[in-house]
Every structure is written in structure tokens, then in C-alpha cells.
């Protein structure tokens, strides 16, 4: 999957872990998986965005909250995260959505006048907001995500607004609802559509043999483009692997939010040479790893190379774009805009310039 930022600029090959959204009903508010919206709003059509029809809720009885909740689900003593796309209506000031579980596990407010996701209750592991742009019916469009803990045991979704009258629901005021995810983990990923029952996608698989584009065994040179938005540990942006943790060259990110080039050569590591720290999500990174019989250096965003001395190249038959070569494992999370491969060791000099 190949995808693009809001200004239509291409972010590159989208690599994410399996997830699972637990909204049945993601693009029916009030359908399948939803209680009945309150008595004073009304749903009809907006105009599609994307393939999707909102839904335009409108409250017309004056004070009033707007609400859904998901049907119950079983929660894990873990992080799980919401993501709801919305665009602002007629007289519109805040909308808040959240984890309930006897009590706000975490709740936010979105001000759609500043454009400011602001802490409601609870505790917030994290959030954000993606402006989209002015959505085919006249307002900001955006999409917004909130990360919290539940307990183990029963959690809920809750989604409401708030007009422009202060702390509850003014007359005629209206949001278009687009979609709603719910998903277990610390970071929201892509938007998974469901039509009256959970739905899962699978991970992004993506591999090629060696033998397809010439590899050189004894020396090389891999420069990659990428960024990631997921927090997982150790999560690849591509390796080199003979299909066991033996033998492998990889570049990858650490729980701790740094770069790094790793190689292991008959079960022996060879290296692991730091090239960026820290490391910030959402940012396009260039990295080159170069490598030869006792000769091996790596450098991103055009710094210094780190060098290494002593090392064995190991033997590999496959190349793994954003995983290693267990399906699901190491996942990137992330966007690889371009790996370019040379099948010879550049100088450090090319390694810098290819990376600035």
C-alpha cells in the first residue's frame, strides 16, 4: 500500500502490524455495535470524502449531549487506542470522545476552534490530531486519536459534542461522523473498515529474493528512505536474512527511540552502530550501510559514518522490507519511501553525500 500525507505528498510503502477494530459498526454511527443516539439528534447523509457517506448529526432540541457507546468489550490490562475522522458542522465547539470503565479511564476534549486536543479526565497515554484539510462539506477535517489503559475487564467507547454554548449541546449544532476505529496498542495505525462485525487485517508482508536484483554476497551498499509512527521495539526497515537469526544485516529502531545498523554473521555479531539519537517519529530518515570483509560504516541525514574493522559478511538469500523474516515480527510501523541497493561497498565519502 502506497500512501500519501494530506497535501498529497507520497510517504511510501505502508508497513504495519496485524490490528483488529473493535467498532462493528465503523462507518454507521447508531448501527451495529452502537447504542441509540440520544432522542433530541437527528442522522441524515452529508457528502462523501474518500468513498465514505458521514453521517450528519445534528442536535435539535437544545441542551442535550450527543452519545454512542460500542458494544462492551473485553479489555486487557493494556493500551488500546480510538481514532475517530470528523468534520466540523454548524455551531460546533468541542468534541469528546473517550474509555469509560465505571469512570473515565481517559477522556478528551477536541477544540475544534484552536485545533487542540486538551485532556478531559482520566489519564492519557497519548494523543493527536491530523488536520485533513476543508472536507467536501465545508468544514476542517480531521483525524483524531487517543491512546489510554483500561483495567482488565468490561471498557466501553464513548463519543459526544458539544455546541458553541459552553458545556453542553447548543441547538442546531452539527458534526459530520466519518469514521470510528478501536484498536489494542499503543499507536493508531490505518483505518480498518468494518460493516456490522469486528474486522482484522493482517500484516503487511512484503519480501524479495536476493537473486532478483543481482545481490552481491561478498560487498554492498543498502540506502533507505524511511519514517515510522509506531512505538515497537527493534521494528525493521529492511533486513537481509538467510532466513534464520544467523545470518542477517538489517537496519532497525530501538525501543528507546534510536537508529541503528546490526549485522550477525554465523550466529556472531558483527555490529551494531548507532545512527541516529534520538530518533523522532514521522520523520524521513536516510541511511546507508555499507559493508565489506573488515570493512563495514553506516551514517544517516549525511552525519559522520560510524565505522567498523573487523567483520564477516554474512551470506543472505532474501531481502525483508519493513519486517524481519517471521511473519508479524519486528514490524516497522512505518512508511519506506525507497531502498536503493549498490552491489559494492561506496567510500564514506558517497555514504554522506547519499544521505544529506
Excluded at 266 to 292: C, R, W
Aim: aromatic letters at 10%; glycine letters at 10%; hydrophobic letters at 35%.
Amino acid at each position: 500500500r502506497i500512501e500519501y500525507n494530506a497535501a498529497g505528498e507520497r510517504l511510501g510503502l505502508l508497513v504495519e502490524e496485524a490490528r483488529t477494530n473493535l467498532v462493528a459498526s465503523s462507518e454507521n454511527i447508531g448501527g451495529t455495535g452502537w447504542a441509540t443516539l440520544t432522542t433530541n439528534v437527528t442522522k441524515t447523509d452529508g457528502i462523501a470524502w474518500s468513498g465514505i457517506t458521514p453521517s450528519l448529526l445534528t442536535n435539535n432540541a437544545g441542551a442535550g449531549v450527543v452519545g454512542a457507546i460500542t458494544l462492551n468489550f473485553t479489555a486487557n490490562a493494556a493500551p488500546y487506542t480510538q481514532t475517530l475522522i470528523l468534520e466540523r458542522g454548524t455551531s460546533l465547539a468541542r468534541t469528546n470522545f473517550g474509555i469509560y470503565q465505571g469512570g473515565w479511564v481517559g477522556l478528551v476534549a477536541y477544540n475544534w476552534d484552536t485545533k487542540l486536543i486538551e485532556n478531559g479526565a482520566g489519564t492519557i497515554d497519548s494523543s493527536s490530531v491530523e488536520q485533513l484539510g476543508i472536507g467536501p462539506n465545508g468544514g476542517d477535517l480531521v483525524r483524531l486519536s487517543m491512546t489510554s489503559t483500561p483495567a482488565a475487564g468490561t471498557a466501553g467507547f464513548y463519543f459526544y459534542f458539544y455546541g458553541s454554548g459552553g458545556g453542553s449541546v447548543q441547538a442546531d449544532s452539527s458534526l459530520y461522523f466519518y469514521t470510528a476505529q478501536l484498536e489494542a496498542g499503543a499507536f493508531p495505525t490505518s483505518y480498518i473498515p468494518t460493516s456490522g462485525a469486528t474486522a482484522t487485517r493482517a500484516a503487511d508482508v512484503c519480501s524479495m529474493p536476493v537473486s532478483a536484483f543481482g545481490y552481491n554476497q561478498a560487498e554492498g551498499t543498502v540506502v533507505v528512505q524511511a519514517s515510522y509512527f509506531g512505538s515497537n521495539s527493534n521494528g525493521r526497515m529492511w533486513e537481509l536474512s538467510d532466513g534464520t537469526n544467523a545470518n542477517f544485516i538489517t537496519i532497525y529502531k530501538s525501543g528507546s527511540d534510536r537508529l541503528y545498523t546490526y549485522m550477525t554473521s554465523s550466529g556472531t555479531q558483527q555490529n551494531n552502530m548507532e545512527v541516529a539519537d534520538p530518533a523522532s517519529k514521522d520523520t524521513l530518515y536516510k541511511i546507508a550501510y555499507a559493508f565489506a570483509p573488515n570493512d563495514a560504516a553506516s551514517t544517516a541525514q549525511g552525519n559522520t559514518p560510524v565505522v567498523d574493522a573487523s567483520i564477516d559478511v554474512p551470506s543472505v538469500d532474501t531481502l525483508y522490507i519493513g519486517r524481519r523474516f517471521q511473519v508479524a515480527q519486528y514490524q516497522l510501523n512505518g512508511h519506506i519511501k525507497s531502498i536503493q541497493y549498490i552491489p559494492r561497498r561506496l567510500t564514506n565519502a558517497q555514504l554522506q553525500e547519499l544521505t544529506q
